[in-house]
């Protein structure tokens, strides 16, 4: 979740971050155990069925148990690719953190330099950072029209423009992006009326757009999310001025700040606070926590979310989502019955 695409797209290579496949796991089960989260177990399982083949290197992050397991095993699999594993402090506030943190950003560096058999330009970097915040702007943008009332894409829908972000050259889908924008801003179109919810979850892997779909189905509309195939992805540009190295050690950490994550650890952010104040940023009556199946960093954080929004009286709902099957009838009712709760308190307090 944390790899600075801006380092890559400088070296000339065209990065893209892995997706969770929506096909069965097959081979996979023979390297993992179950009890790994659907998006590792779907990145091995398409690393042994050969689906990976086309790609130079990979780089796995190291922001859970389950990517190290996850990265050795591919390891196995593809001998003749190069796999990286990129190694990224975790504790976000101590008074070494930025070295440490502009540390493994050179580090880095200095393997994809090694990796491509040449030097990665500061001029071309600094160009990637221009181009990968540009990205980041217009896709904000959309989430801006979308939390003002501006504009009626659903949830699948902004999903798929940021998803295609993380695969796409970059260049081609800014070109894309601005297209778009400008689209949405000269026809606005006011969404039909539903309640107003936040998205919040789903680290490494998209939610299934039948999820998606059925939650708006039922009534919703999607105000404001963050997910990494959404807000968590483009939070924060990186400063475009100065050492490009630093930069990115700064926007790392600025990254946490602004949206702040499980994985890492910082005594002055709470991800509970943040999703309190965002949701009255954007006017949200209600919350569903999309949680991926035995992801330990999501549920060893969940207790204090769930903890928050009970001291303030602020409604949520958590639904736990599987690679492999999707109760799609049960977990309509659940979220009926939720937006309906949503729906009286509303009425109460109006
Ligand atoms: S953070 Fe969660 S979803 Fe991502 S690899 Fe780890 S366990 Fe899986």
Redesign the pocket.
């Known amino acids: 979740?944390n790899f600075p695409g801006e380092l890559a797209h400088a070296a000339g290579a065209l990065p893209m971050i892995l997706q969770e496949s929506p096909a069965p796991i097959t081979f996979g089960h023979g390297m993992l155990m179950p009890s790994?989260?659907g998006?590792?177990r779907s990145i091995v399982d398409q690393a042994m069925i050969g689906e990976f083949k086309f790609l130079d290197a990979i780089m796995f992050g190291d922001?859970?148990?389950?990517?190290l397991g996850?990265a050795d095993a591919v390891r196995m699999q593809l001998p003749d690719t190069r796999v990286i594993f990129f190694q990224l402090i975790s504790s976000m506030c101590d008074p070494w953190t930025l070295g440490r943190s502009r540390e493994s950003f050179l580090i880095l560096k200095q393997e994809l330099e090694e990796f491509i058999d040449r030097p990665i330009e500061d001029a071309a970097l600094h160009a990637s950072v221009r181009i990968f915040n540009r990205n980041r702007q217009l896709l904000r943008k959309i989430y801006d029209l979308r939390t003002a009332g501006k504009i009626a894409m659903t949830a699948t829908q902004i999903q798929h423009v940021v998803k295609s972000s993380m695969v796409m050259d970059k260049g081609d889908h800014t070109a894309l992006l601005e297209q778009l924008v400008s689209q949405l801003e000269r026809h606005p179109e006011v969404p039909g009326p539903g309640i107003r919810l936040h998205l919040s979850g789903h680290?490494?892997?998209a939610p299934k757009p039948e999820i998606l779909d059925m939650i708006e189905e039922c009534g919703a509309i999607v105000v404001g999310d963050d997910l990494y195939h959404g807000f968590r992805y483009i939070s924060t540009d990186v400063d475009e001025g100065g050492d490009s190295i630093d930069a990115l050690a700064k926007w790392y950490l600025a990254r946490n700040t602004g949206v702040p994550c499980p994985?890492r650890v910082q005594n002055n952010v709470d991800w509970d606070a943040y999703l309190l104040k965002a949701m009255e940023v954007e006017k949200a009556d209600g919350m569903i926590v999309l949680m991926?199946k035995?992801?330990?960093?999501?549920m060893y954080y969940y207790p204090e979310v769930k903890e928050a929004f009970e001291r303030h009286g602020v409604p949520h709902l958590l639904i736990e989502t599987e690679h492999e099957a999707v109760a799609l009838e049960s977990l309509k009712t659940r979220v009926e019955t939720f937006l309906e709760i949503v729906k009286r308190r509303l009425e109460v307090t109006a």
């Open positions: 979740m790994y989260c998006y590792t922001h859970c148990v389950q990517l996850a680290f490494c892997q994985t991926a035995f992801c330990e960093p999501h």
